[in-house]
């Protein structure tokens, strides 16, 4: 197998920073939406457009890693005209109490459900260590929500504290399944859980 060419692997960790970067991304436009960040994350969006950029030429780039490259841009490009659409409503006065509401039909849509109750990102799991993969989406969302600098918990620790939250709560409703959520309230950043009824 060839190896990788310095160029190859650089557009592999590019990848992989916008693809990171558009779920923290995410995280914070949430938390812009809610009111628990004051002013949209401008400058890690900036941060990730750069990025783009420097990245349109994929000549080098192996089939796989052009696929790769276009899926990550297409997601970012989807997301940022959704966050684009969600701020020009705001300013222009189409949002009431957490609604959208199309100017021309007078109806109205349920907002996003982190618009609705903070809930940033969420999932029901039955055991903690079974369902790993989709605790270290949860947990990439949770420390995401994070100011820079915050201390955060090890990847480790948060999934004990989902197996005692867990046990706390089969014990008290009998329910096998939890519904974890990320949830950002008044500046804070807490996990929530509760039976997955």
């Given at each position: 197998?060839?190896?990788?060419?310095?160029?190859?692997?650089?557009?592999?960790?590019?990848?992989?920073?916008l693809e990171v970067g558009t779920r923290q991304l995410k995280v914070q436009y949430d938390m812009f939406f809610v009111g628990a960040r004051k002013i949209p994350p401008r400058e890690?969006?900036?941060?990730?457009?750069?990025?783009?950029?420097?990245?349109?030429?994929?000549?080098?780039?192996?089939?796989?890693?052009?696929?790769?490259?276009?899926?990550?841009?297409?997601?970012?490009?989807?997301?940022?005209?959704?966050?684009?659409?969600?701020?020009?409503?705001?300013?222009?006065?189409?949002?009431?109490?957490?609604?959208?509401?199309?100017?021309?039909?007078?109806?109205?849509?349920?907002?996003?459900?982190?618009?609705?109750?903070?809930?940033?990102?969420?999932?029901?799991?039955?055991?903690?260590?079974?369902?790993?993969?989709?605790?270290?989406?949860?947990?990439?969302?949770?420390?995401?929500?994070?100011?820079?600098?915050?201390?955060?918990?090890?990847?480790?620790?948060?999934?004990?504290?989902?197996?005692?939250?867990?046990?706390?709560?089969?014990?008290?409703?009998?329910?096998?399944?939890?519904?974890?959520?990320?949830?950002?309230?008044?500046?804070?950043?807490?996990?929530?859980?509760?039976?997955?009824?």
């Amino acid at each position: 197998m060839a190896e990788k060419t310095e160029a190859e692997a650089q557009l592999e960790a590019d990848i992989h920073t916008l693809e990171v970067g558009t779920r923290q991304l995410k995280v914070q436009y949430d938390m812009f939406f809610v009111g628990a960040r004051k002013i949209p994350p401008r400058e890690l969006r900036a941060q990730l457009e750069r990025l783009i950029r420097r990245n349109i030429d994929t000549s080098h780039a192996n089939y796989a890693q052009r696929f790769h490259l276009t899926t990550a841009v297409s997601r970012f490009n989807s997301l940022s005209e959704l966050w684009d659409k969600t701020i020009r409503g705001r300013e222009q006065g189409y949002l009431e109490n957490g609604r959208i509401v199309d100017p021309r039909s007078q109806a109205t849509q349920p907002s996003t459900p982190a618009a609705a109750d903070g809930t940033l990102a969420r999932c029901r799991v039955t055991d903690a260590h079974a369902d790993a993969a989709r605790l270290k989406d949860l947990y990439q969302s949770f420390v995401a929500a994070h100011e820079k600098g915050t201390r955060t918990p090890s990847f480790e620790k948060f999934i004990l504290g989902v197996e005692a939250q867990s046990s706390r709560i089969r014990k008290k409703s009998g329910c096998e399944e939890i519904e974890l959520r990320v949830v950002a309230k008044d500046g804070k950043v807490q996990l929530k859980a509760r039976p997955g009824r």
